[in-house]
């Protein structure tokens, strides 16, 4: 059996800590149990054990690739997207009317976890098929949803999001792609995209691109920005007809070779029709559904991809012998025989380094999920401060396990020494996968001036609010076992070191000095992020505590022991991380701001 998760980790965060079941009480979830639950998960794993894990590293070998106007892919991108139409999984979210399973988010993010640690490179196949259909079937006309959702849903149709132009890059504002009216309802679209993830390949009858374009004579900037329906293949009749939307190339990349990156040219011939998405100018807003999505499912894919090499590094630790340990006196029994690395402490650090970044991520993103949920099918009263804890902690979510997973692969490989940085062994692999996450989406940068320049300070800081009582949540169950009081103190102490903070930073925003306020954003995401991630270790704790205490367990002593120990390793080594990010930006010195330097990087 192949090993790149563990799946009692997943259930315990699933059932134990997240209570999965309770969802089941809902109207929309009442179909499923705890059992249905266990058999998705279990059904997931056999099918990445037979068919997604054993072609990862065949797909790095050899990568999708454009040749003579196409792009091709490893084959098993086909037998995955007509395994997903025909199970349901492409519409695990969809409402029964639409064809789909009406499944929670947190399942579906679990079993999502199980494919990213079998193969990274493959859910975003499927993954960004139905975020496409998602918009469509959200914002799009009857018409429209009838014509294109079925056959994505199905498999038969993939589905892209195309926003990146050549010149604009990241600044959506700048977009030149045009829409002008036919006059018969549809629009002549016109423009290039650049960075289409599954953008095209022979596996696929048609691609239905969601395009971001801006209507003759629409508003400058991001207010004048509509969404459309362009297909590859417009219907005809009862087949498909050339929409001039040409493939133009691929980008060949560092990692994720296997998920293929395309140049898209819309209406080079000038026959490139496109429908609107909803109504006119409001396509930024529809887009960041999608968006917003997938930026869970980056930090999903990067915590997949990073706990995949923890498995990989844990693996190697037990079985390499080398060296021998020192013990009393600091003298070593150079008789003796090697011991394996995973009794050296430095190895048994980065080893729990690892751990600690994987598993409080994953833990992370399920109380995203979580919240998705919530916010959609929990109690009416209830479901706006579910929203809003989900828009504070999106940008968390997409961004922690992407900068701290390439820091915990960064162990593995040191773990495996010169064996990591061969492709004998699959980290160096993983190494340059899970780099692009922090790219996906919004770069770090982007999501951190997200997070302190809009969503801290949204609705006058309540998401803050009802983020500071969850916590206080945890750390008053912490303070009932002796053992865990000193990590409750210690979370406490930094929730209000990043309140204070943040109260300093507000003084710049409230006199003005914008640019001055979101200037070290990056150095607040390291900030919170911490926080964050050590109230959720804080959780895996005390549920692992109460489970040892009360006997009710699922799992053997040992695993709830070492959830407990991996939280105190964690309030150790990173916690305290959360001075030298305080003490940065509470420095008044503005070293990078432009007008005040402008010779230093001239």
């Known amino acids: 059996m192949a090993n790149y998760i563990s799946m009692d980790n997943l259930r315990f965060v699933v059932h134990e800590m997240l209570h999965a079941e309770k969802l089941c009480s ?30 990862f590293k065949e797909m790095d070998e050899d990568p999708a690739r454009y040749d003579d106007g196409k792009i091709y892919v490893h084959p098993v991108v086909g037998e995955v997207m007509k395994y997903a139409g025909e199970n349901g999984s492409i519409g695990a979210l969809f409402d029964y009317d639409l064809g789909g399973m009406q499944l929670p988010h947190l399942i579906h993010s679990a079993l999502a976890h199980i494919a990213q640690c079998a193969n990274n490179s493959l859910p975003g196949y499927t993954g960004l098929t139905a975020g496409a259909a998602g918009l469509i079937a959200s914002f799009g006309e009857k018409a429209l949803i009838d014509k294109y959702v079925p056959n994505m849903l199905s498999g038969k149709w993939g589905g892209t999001m195309c926003l990146t132009e050549p010149q604009a890059g990241s600044s959506l504002s700048d977009i030149t792609t045009s829409a002008s009216p036919s006059g018969d309802g549809s629009y002549q679209i016109k423009g290039q995209k650049i960075f289409i993830s599954g953008g095209d390949h022979e596996y696929c009858d048609n691609f239905v691109h969601l395009v971001l374009a801006r209507i003759d004579g629409a508003p400058a900037g991001t207010r004048g920005i509509s969404l459309f329906v362009v297909p590859k293949h ?29 140049h898209l040219v819309f209406g080079e011939n000038d026959n490139c029709q496109g429908w609107l998405v909803g ?25 997949s991809i990073a706990t995949a090499a923890y498995h990989a590094s844990l693996q190697y630790a037990q079985e390499r012998p080398q060296g021998r340990r020192i013990l009393s006196g600091g003298v070593k029994n150079v008789d003796a025989e ?37 916010s959609q099918a929990g109690p009416e009263e209830d479901r706006e401060r579910y929203h809003d804890l989900l828009e504070l902690l999106t940008p968390i979510a997409k961004t922690y396990p992407s900068e701290m997973g390439q820091i915990s692969i960064s162990n593995g490989l040191q773990i495996l020494g010169g064996y990591g940085f061969c492709t004998d062994f699959p980290l160096e692999q993983y190494y340059r ?8 989406e919004g770069t770090t940068g982007i999501q951190s ?7 801290v300070v949204m609705k006058n800081g309540e998401a803050m609010k009802h983020l500071t009582k969850e916590i206080i949540d945890t750390i008053q169950a912490a303070e009932n076992y002796d053992e865990l009081k000193p990590y409750a103190a210690q979370l406490k102490n930094a929730s209000k070191e990043l309140q204070d903070t943040i109260m300093h930073l507000l003084k710049f925003a409230m006199s003005g000095e914008h640019e ?21 270790w804080l959780k895996m704790a005390t549920v692992a505590k109460t489970a040892l205490v009360t006997d009710n367990k699922t799992f053997d002593a040992a695993f709830y022991e070492n959830k407990i120990h991996t939280m105190r390793f964690y309030f150790k080594y990173e ?28």
């Open 449 to 455: 001036l997200d997070l302190l320049g809009r969503k």
């Open 234 to 262: 417009r219907i005809a009749g009862d087949g498909l007809e050339s929409n001039d939307v040409i493939t133009a190339g691929d980008f060949q990349k560092m990692g994720q070779k296997g998920y293929c990156t395309t």
């Open 516 to 536: 001055r306020f979101i200037a070290d954003a990056t150095i607040f995401m390291d900030f919170m992020s911490t926080v964050v991630h050590a109230w959720q």
């Open 26 to 55: 809902f109207p929309r979830y009442q179909d499923y149990d705890k059992e249905s639950f266990d058999i998705l998960m279990d059904s997931t794993k056999d099918y990445a054990d037979k068919v997604m894990y054993p072609s």
């Open 575 to 602: 916690l305290p991380k959360i001075s030298s990010c305080k003490t940065t930006l509470l420095n008044d010195e503005t070293l990078t701001i432009p007008e005040e330097h402008q010779s230093v990087l001239a």
């Open 279 to 303: 109504t006119e100018h409001r396509g930024l807003k529809y887009m960041f559904q999608m968006m917003n999505g997938a930026r869970i499912d980056v930090g999903l894919t990067a915590a």
């Open 433 to 440: 996968d899970i780099r692009i996450t922090a790219l996906y």
């Open 338 to 374: 090697q011991t394996t690395i995973i009794k050296h402490p430095d190895v048994r650090r980065m080893l729990l380094l690892q751990r600690a970044i994987t598993e409080g991520s994953v833990s992370l993103l399920m109380q995203a999920s979580l919240y998705h949920d919530l």
